[in-house]
């Protein structure tokens, strides 16, 4: 499938059942909803509460999602601080029928630009498929090098960034480092207006899980120029709200409500006792489905 054609990847969360297990029907919901508005699947993210997974539902998860008719691509996940078990995730990886990889920064070490040169290019070589390094700071304690990107950037499987530090600057930085044939996705929601004036070229979003036909159209009118000032504010403080607590609590609360799954349960250390505001995120979710009706 040609990925470079699919502007919106949705960072599809894990649903759970109320015992913690994974809820492998709503899963199936989820996944034909993505295909039903053309949206790029990414599982196995940060959204997907992967790290607490263990590697046997990893599997799967994966082997589970593999096997469910789709006319869209699929992505996913890898990361970690074990470069020995990362090369081992990513060669099973390979035998899957997936699109591409999301490739994220070491964790908790903070390496240097040289040793996160090493580790991209460790992972890189593995892969068989195209790769997107993702920069997020704000879960890994250390921004992506710019350095170590302008040195892989001709890798053969250097195919684009996520960026998801909040910097349009920064964002500038990693369009000029990803060279000429590199595509830099925006990372955060809220960020896509003003990311896309400096040269997004789509969104890997949390929102889309909760709004797929709605942040479709976000997106779209966001490449096209077509989003005003009006509905940028509305998405920015919609998106927002979706973070009022630590991903993916409020999205998973709010598909509950809404009715997408049957249970926001979530894995230790996240819980949903930590989602104080409520009031501000269906407040966004009735916003965004109005101008949805207005905007079709």
């Known amino acids: 499938m040609d990925i470079n054609s699919t502007p919106l990847w949705t960072a599809i969360i894990t649903p759970m059942l109320q015992d913690g297990e994974v809820d492998y029907d709503s899963l199936e919901n989820l996944l034909n909803a993505q295909n039903e508005a053309g949206n790029g699947i990414l599982i196995l993210g940060s959204t997907g509460e992967a790290l607490n997974l263990d590697e046997e539902e990893s599997i799967k998860v994966l082997e589970f999602t593999c096997a469910i008719p789709r006319k869209v691509p699929l992505m996913c996940g890898i990361g970690g601080i074990n470069l020995r078990h990362t090369i081992k995730w990513t060669n099973f990886l390979n035998k899957l029928d997936i699109d591409c990889y999301l490739v994220v920064t070491p964790l908790y070490a903070k390496p240097g630009d040289e040793g996160q040169y090493e580790w991209f290019k460790a992972v890189m070589d593995k892969a068989v498929k195209p790769c997107m390094l993702y920069n997020v700071p704000s879960r890994t304690g250390k921004d992506m090098s710019l350095e170590a990107v302008?040195?892989?950037?001709?890798?053969?499987?250097?195919?684009?960034?996520?960026?998801a530090s909040g910097s349009v600057d920064m964002f500038a930085k990693y369009v000029e480092a990803a060279g000429e044939n590199g595509r830099v996705y925006s990372g955060d929601d809220a960020m896509m207006p003003d990311f896309t004036k400096v040269g997004a070229k789509g969104l890997v979003s949390v929102a889309s899980n909760v709004w797929p036909k709605e942040t479709h159209l976000y997106v779209k009118k966001c490449l096209d120029s077509s989003l005003s000032?009006?509905?940028?504010?509305?998405?920015?403080?919609?998106?927002?709200?979706?973070?009022?607590?630590?991903?993916?609590?409020?999205?998973?609360?709010?598909?509950?409500i809404k009715g997408q799954i049957p249970s926001g349960a979530l894995r230790a250390p996240l819980t949903l006792k930590d989602m104080v505001?409520?009031?501000?995120?269906?407040e966004s979710h009735e916003n965004i489905i109005n101008w949805y009706k207005e905007s079709v």
């Open 150 to 163: 302008k040195r892989l950037n001709t890798h053969k499987n250097f195919w684009a960034i996520k960026e």
């Open 229 to 256: 000032k009006e509905e940028a504010k509305l998405w920015v403080d919609s998106t927002n709200s979706l973070f009022v607590a630590s991903n993916p609590i409020p999205v998973k609360w709010l598909m509950t």
């Open 277 to 282: 505001d409520k009031n501000v995120v269906t």
